[in-house]
């Protein structure tokens, strides 16, 4: 699954997603805050727009809205998750009282929102609610054991399901039921790799100072949650290291997120017989047993190397050792949802440390976004009825047949494609599923118990559902409607596997879906992001799956060299010093070619479907308007305004070490540098810095 966006914010509560149902017909009124929308009057006329056009168009914006000291970043986002925030509060406040009849879902949502803000409660339990964890985990005996600890570990800490770029975070180890590389109508049982508390494998192996210096006070965080489960300091920091030991020999084992980027290096399937044979000191029967996957002929092993290093430490770790590696997984998955020390010592290390965040967020801040990640359908429904018209179902649906009619021209007119791999190409852009707004049949919570008193038991009991709906699909076929982000989510992502787009109701509002505004403007915004998406179905990874989602290589072998070419081009120009996020780091291009592609690609295709959408009107590209811009050039400043934003050097570097998308600056400067409509729009001549000399273009 591909996304637009980092989702900074949810890295750092470090919370997993999951989206349900009422029948709640008001929404609360409540003080909702200004959103942002695209003007002309945001240009800097001191700047060279072909000098810096990320300058020229959004550094006077920048200036004017520094980043708030509980905040990543800052940008024209950011007043809309605020918003949607905001409407999410009023509601769960509203439910969040016992009195009166409340629906199912009121219920569940309510008290998930009531037990989070009810720190007094969580104080004074948390030492209560730890205890049987810990138990179990000290009682640890033998290797079997250990199974079924991290069994219990997936059914309650969020991650284990997720296949992230890098997939790190889940306890020990990933499972899932996922789609069938070769036969992507049906859902197969994977084994990934994971157990790791730093964001990246780099982050374990690197030798520059600064990584050095996180791995530090990682040793240092380790201790401190440790001694705040109530181990002896001495004891913790001993703990401490046989942590870091323990996982940095995960990650060397671990693929690097480069080498993940090739779906033929996870597709390994084997039997039961074969993984028991990679890693035979852990006891698959145990754990498959304790979380109740349903039988199945092979498995995909994405990394078969991690799991032969899982042996090597089953083999030569003391039960000690894992016990302590144990306690750590479980104290950092819940820390989140613990007492205040716990929740401040977390914050210290993810968002300060890694992150560069001077203060942690408001509580309910923090909590409207756990009722999103634990229950999101069951809240979605609100923030639907409330933010997203079927008229702007509607207009959306419009836009994105636009981009489809503009791929489906640009691919039929590429002369270096043979006419049978254009053919399949088209193919698989009819097949293509578009999903807009909010899901058709909601998720159905009504097996998941939450109460007020313990917010801990409730995180766990909406995890185990979570996770068990993901084991409960092997064997069984795809659903192509269900979705992967909730209805508020600022995001969108591309799933290669189902072929479809998705376009959650939360980034189909302003500034970047706005009905109030000129087509130059939606089009240069909402209309680049669909664009992003929908050119995922066809960069370098997602050029590997066929129509039906299946890996299959549909390219003639020319077809396939010239792709690559092109697409070597973006990695090239992408591999880059980032000096925003301090001295000496570099981007690997490699790392984040789809996403350079997707935003290359897609913004081509969106001023394509801007031409048609004017032409249908009777409209010029470069006439004048009345703010002295033609709809050209209000085109390119509405998709440089839908990444204006700007972040702490941390997060950033965390961001380039970790994530496969490029530092918005870049987003915008690489893109239109590469683009002779860009240089039309603002004049721009060969020698200046947005005019690339080697310009690269794969769509
Ligand atoms: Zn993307």
């Known amino acids: 699954m591909r996304h637009l966006r980092i989702g900074v914010a949810v890295l750092i509560s470090l919370l997993a997603l999951s989206p349900a149902q009422s029948g709640w017909a008001q929404t ?45 970043g800052w940008g024209v986002e950011y007043p809309l998750q605020l918003w949607n925030e905001t409407l999410l509060r009023a509601t769960l406040e509203k439910a969040s009282v016992a009195e009166g009849s409340r629906t199912p879902n009121e219920q569940k949502v309510g008290d998930f929102y009531y037990a989070c803000m009810d720190e007094k409660n969580i104080n004074v339990r948390t030492q209560e609610w730890l205890k049987p964890e810990l138990e179990r985990i000290n009682a640890i005996r033998n290797k079997s054991d250990i199974a079924t600890e991290v069994a219990h570990l997936h059914q309650t800490i969020p991650g284990a399901w997720i296949q992230g770029d890098d997939q790190t975070e889940a306890a020990l180890l990933g499972f899932s039921g996922l789609p069938d590389y070769h036969d992507a109508s049906r859902d197969v049982a994977q084994f990934d790799q994971g157990g790791m508390g730093l964001p990246g494998r780099s982050f374990y192996l690197d030798q520059t100072d600064k990584a050095k210096e996180i791995r530090e006070k990682y040793l240092e965080h380790v201790a401190n949650i440790l001694v705040l489960s109530g181990e002896k300091p001495e004891v913790a920091k001993v703990d401490a290291a046989v942590v870091l030991e323990m996982e940095t020999a995960l990650a060397k084992a671990a693929m690097d997120p480069v ?94 440390t890694l992150y560069g965040i001077e203060q942690l967020q408001p509580r309910w801040r923090r909590c409207v976004r756990s009722v999103d990640g634990n229950l999101g359908e069951a809240l979605g429904q609100v923030y639907v009825a409330r933010a997203f018209p079927p008229e702007s179902k509607r207009r959306a649906l419009q836009l994105v047949e636009d981009i489809e009619v503009a791929l489906a021209k640009d691919i039929a007119t590429q002369g270096w494609m043979a006419p049978a791999t254009q053919k399949q190409a088209l193919e698989k852009l009819h097949a293509t599923m578009n999903k807009i707004g909010y899901p058709d049949k909601w998720r159905d919570y009504s097996s998941v118990e939450i109460g007020r008193a313990s917010h801990l038991a409730n995180r766990q009991n909406a995890t185990r559902f979570e996770f068990e709906r993901w084991v409960n699909k092997i064997g069984k076929p795809v659903d192509r409607t269900e979705w992967g982000m909730t209805p508020p989510t600022i995001n969108a992502y591309e799933d290669p596997q189902t072929n479809t787009i998705n376009f959650p109701a939360g980034i189909l509002q302003p500034p970047y879906f706005d009905s109030s505004q000129d087509d130059a403007a939606n089009y240069g915004s909402i209309g680049a992001v669909i664009g992003h998406e929908t050119i995922h179905g066809f960069d370098d990874q997602g050029r590997k799956f066929d129509a039906v989602g299946n890996l299959r290589d549909w390219w003639t072998a020319q077809d396939g060299k010239e792709y690559e070419a092109r697409g070597k081009c973006i990695a090239d120009e992408y591999t880059q010093m980032v000096p925003e996020a301090g001295a000496g780091v570099k981007q690997d291009g490699r790392l984040t070619q789809g996403e350079d592609t997707a935003d290359n690609g897609g913004l081509h295709l969106a001023f394509m479907a801007l031409q048609s959408a004017l032409a249908r009107q009777g409209k010029d590209l470069d006439m004048k308007e009345k703010d002295g811009l033609t709809p050209r050039q209000r085109f390119f400043l509405a998709y440089a305004f839908s990444w204006c934003e700007q972040y702490r050097p941390e997060t950033i570097r965390t961001w380039v070490l970790s994530n496969p998308h490029s530092y918005s600056k870049y987003r915008v400067n690489n893109v239109v540098s590469n683009m002779p409509e860009f240089w039309q729009a603002f004049g721009c001549q060969a020698g200046q810095k947005m005019v690339r000399a080697k310009a690269c273009h794969v769509w």
């Open 28 to 72: 609360p009124s409540g003080e909702l805050p200004a959103l942002e929308h695209f003007s002309a009057s945001i240009v800097d006329h001191s700047v060279n727009p072909c000098d810096d056009f990320y300058q020229y168009a959004d550094s006077k914006w920048l200036s004017a809205h520094p980043i708030p000291a509980d905040q990543p």
């Open 259 to 352: 080498a993940r980027r090739d779906p033929k290096n996870l597709n390994n399937k084997m039997t039961l017989s074969e993984i028991k044979a990679l890693a035979p000191s852990f006891d698959w029967d145990r754990y498959l047993e304790a979380v109740h996957a349903p039988a199945t002929p092979h498995y995909i092993v994405t990394t078969p190397n991690f799991f032969k290093s899982l042996e090597a430490l089953l083999q030569h770790q003391p039960l000690e050792h894992w016990r302590a590696y144990l306690r750590w997984q479980f104290l950092h998955g819940s820390a989140s949802a613990l007492s205040t020390a716990f929740v401040n010592e977390n914050f210290s290390f993810y968002g300060r």
